[in-house]
């Protein structure tokens, strides 16, 4: 995959997050963590990642994030044509990278 397409892989424009919120269905929903899919506005998948203030500190909300985008880049998700909406909850923090990885890949199925 070329870099300037993995760069673009959670950049989005104003009017593609309204597209996303219009047209999102849910995948999967938890305590954790709501997961929605809504059709791809490229030629890939893209991933908007919503962490509110009340979930920890900046430092725990940055490694949240990167741990999803690292997911979503390395298993090559991107490739389903899907966006994905990822509002996170506070006891997303509790949740390790495995367990992370186990529902991306869960909720695509």
């Given at each position: 995959?070329?870099?300037?397409v993995a ?5 989005f424009?104003?009017?593609e997050?309204?597209?996303i ?6 995948s ?14 490229a030629n890939?998948g893209?991933?908007?990642?919503i ?13 949240i994030k ?7 880049y390395?298993n ?10 990822i509002y996170?909850?506070p006891?997303?923090l509790?949740?390790?990278y495995k367990?992370?990885k186990e ?7």
């Amino acid at each position: 995959m070329p870099k300037t397409v993995a760069a673009l892989l959670s950049k989005f424009k104003y009017k593609e997050i309204q597209q996303i919120f219009k047209k999102a269905r849910y995948s999967y929903s938890s305590q954790a963590l709501d997961i929605k899919l809504s059709p791809a506005t490229a030629n890939f998948g893209k991933l908007l990642i919503i962490i509110p203030k009340k979930v920890g500190n900046a430092p725990e909300r940055n490694l949240i994030k990167r741990r999803l985008k690292s997911i979503f880049y390395e298993n090559q998700i991107y490739n389903y044509l899907y966006n994905f909406l990822i509002y996170c909850k506070p006891s997303i923090l509790q949740l390790n990278y495995k367990e992370l990885k186990e529902i991306m890949l869960n909720s695509i199925s």
